[in-house]
């Protein structure tokens, strides 16, 4: 597509080309004028009166806030949203909140420039409120191919503007829609298709560093878990104008075909076959039974030869595997493909180095076909990672536990209920208690119950888990002593700085570290401000009373990373 009128000629960090259009001037707002508003924020029209908005050139640092609007004709009624957005962009610019990695990734040196909050200073911020005219909740019509206004060309405009600024944020603190009652946070961001769509096209573009910023509260921002993304079609997201889908669809189509030409051009081969591979299930499209011919045109193989040997990255049986082809699978291990084979150099999208053939067919979601092929081509069920987890642990449906099973593959021997807990639905957990897995298993010291809150935030069934393990009898009092060597080392040293600066002088992934040992199942809920799940283990008559080994009560944890809406719940059930 065109370049956008120019929208993105070469910005400090480029993204040398533009791939969708730009129909309307994107308006940013300086940060060091948001810093200075209050209250309900104002739209466009007044702030278009006031001067406070710029239009974009080249060379402006500009973050894009992609937020879930809390009201049906106001994105943030009462302010909430954008006080907490102030609150951490000021923690920012003094640098005493950082952005950290997600807590089950491996890349924890992640950060961001040196010079970000130099940039953030001088810098600019695009909110939809701000910068689109006349803009509503999605009213009907905008996308039609007749709308001429403003506000229509501007919204079309989106994807062009988050390819143009240099950060994005995802701003989802947990708050409540002032029309609907629903509680709108994480989960719910990542449900929404035009939130998918935006995410989609920041992922997409050739930045050479696209991260996502993710801002839970005032007090905590993560880098997005790299597999959240590949999980969520826009085709299958929520929209509030329903001839909205097939346009915002078109968009990230769109994005996906030129991250192809471009990964295809200038490399690197592997993030090429990799994307390549996905293709077919972010788009939701049939996959095609490939022909060996086929096959090595498709991932830029020279020969059957190239796809077979394992020279780390994207090999021919990963691009199969991660494609979704059992047959092709098939035909390549009798080539001589090596079916033991592991990843290397794709920590980036959430494979990381060392995980087996089937933990990747597990990560991935694929059919339980994917699975039972490589089994029958001889793949180690119980083969492990260098983290020590075997492929169940990451199974994320029944049919992948059922046929890991079948191939003998051991829940119990890396704790295979706490990791499904974490990450799969209620159906999968299900599975594995019916194989008698213990609800409390807690092989490496933390349950089921607890990993749920620690790393179930993208999890939509986070709820219905729980449920399952409490009807399971799982000890909602359960107290975690986590064991693996990595976590007791990165502890160690978070609990020496606690003793000098306090739970409040802690980031928050440091503070998640010192005072995990003795947290119960409520004590991380509140730690990680998962407010349903905090109420569905008190009516479980989880004790909100028992402390951590620091002795912190889970009011305490709440208090120390700014959960003030848990405050009056866990009171409530204090003795």
Request: with cysteine; net charge negative; aromatic share 8%.
């Amino acid at each position: 597509m065109g370049n956008g009128h120019g929208l993105c000629a070469e910005p400090a960090e480029p993204c040398t080309q533009m791939v969708h259009q730009c129909l309307f001037p994107m308006y940013v707002v300086k940060i060091s004028d948001f810093l200075e508003m209050a209250g309900t924020p104002e739209p466009y029209q007044v702030l278009q009166e006031r001067g406070l908005l710029h239009k974009w050139s080249p060379g402006m640092f500009v973050i894009f806030v992609s937020h879930q609007w809390l009201g049906v004709s106001h994105p943030d009624p009462e302010g909430q949203q954008l006080s907490v957005l102030r609150k951490a962009l000021r923690s920012l610019l003094d640098n005493t909140l950082t952005v950290e990695a997600d807590i089950s990734a491996v890349d924890l040196g992640k950060k961001l420039p040196r010079n970000a909050s130099e940039r953030m200073a001088n810098g600019y911020l695009f909110l939809d409120w701000f910068a689109i005219p006349q803009v509503t909740a999605r009213i009907a019509g905008v996308n039609d191919a007749d709308a001429k206004s403003d506000a229509a060309l501007a919204v079309q405009s989106i994807p062009a503007y988050v390819e143009a600024s240099d950060l994005f944020i995802a701003l989802v603190p947990p708050l409540t829609h002032v029309d609907t009652g629903v509680r709108c946070s994480y989960v719910t961001w990542l449900s929404r298709g035009w939130c998918r769509a935006e995410l989609w096209c920041r992922l997409l573009s050739i930045r050479k560093d696209p991260s996502v910023i993710v801002l839970f509260s005032a007090r905590e921002a993560e880098f997005m878990f790299p597999i959240a993304w590949q999980e969520r079609r826009i085709v299958d997201g929520l929209f509030t104008v329903e001839s909205d889908r097939a346009i915002v669809t078109e968009l990230g189509r769109v994005a996906l075909s030129s991250k192809l030409q471009h990964l295809r051009s200038a490399g690197p081969l592997s993030h090429f076959r990799l994307h390549q591979a996905i293709k077919p299930k972010l788009l939701g499209q049939v996959r095609k039974n490939w022909g060996m011919v086929e096959f090595l045109q498709e991932f830029n193989f020279a020969d059957s030869e190239d796809a077979i040997k394992d020279q780390g990255g994207m090999t021919g049986l990963l691009c199969a595997v991660l494609g979704g082809e059992p047959d092709m699978i098939r035909t390549l291990v009798e080539l001589k493909a090596d079916v033991h084979s592991r990843a290397w150099g794709l920590s980036e999208f959430g494979y990381y180095d060392s995980q087996t053939l089937l933990m990747v067919a597990c990560k991935s979601s694929q059919e339980t076909l994917v699975l039972t092929t490589l089994i029958d081509m001889r793949a180690d069920a119980s083969a492990a990672a260098r983290s020590g987890i075997t492929a169940i642990y990451l199974a994320r449906h029944p049919g992948q536990i059922q046929a890991l099973l079948a191939a003998k593959a051991d829940p119990h021997d890396s704790n295979a209920i706490t990791g499904v807990a974490g990450r799969s639905g209620a159906e999968a957990v299900q599975a594995l208690l019916d194989a008698r897995c213990d609800p409390d298993e807690s092989k490496t010291g933390f349950g089921p119950l607890h990993a749920l809150p620690m790393y179930g935030r993208s999890n939509s069934q986070l709820l219905e888990v729980a449920q399952v393990l409490i009807d399971a009898r799982a000890d909602v009092n359960m107290r975690a002593y986590p064991s693996s060597t990595v976590f007791m080392l990165y502890s160690a040293y978070a609990k020496l700085h606690a003793r000098i600066v306090g739970l409040e002088g802690l980031s928050g992934f440091q503070l998640k570290l010192a005072i995990l040992d003795g947290c119960t199942p409520l004590a991380v809920a509140a730690v990680m401000g998962e407010e349903p799940l905090t109420k569905l283990l008190l009516d479980a008559q989880a004790d909100p009373n028992i402390p951590n080994d620091r002795g912190d009560a889970p009011k305490d944890l709440a208090l120390a990373l700014g959960r003030t809406n848990l405050l009056p719940i866990l009171d409530t059930f204090q003795v």
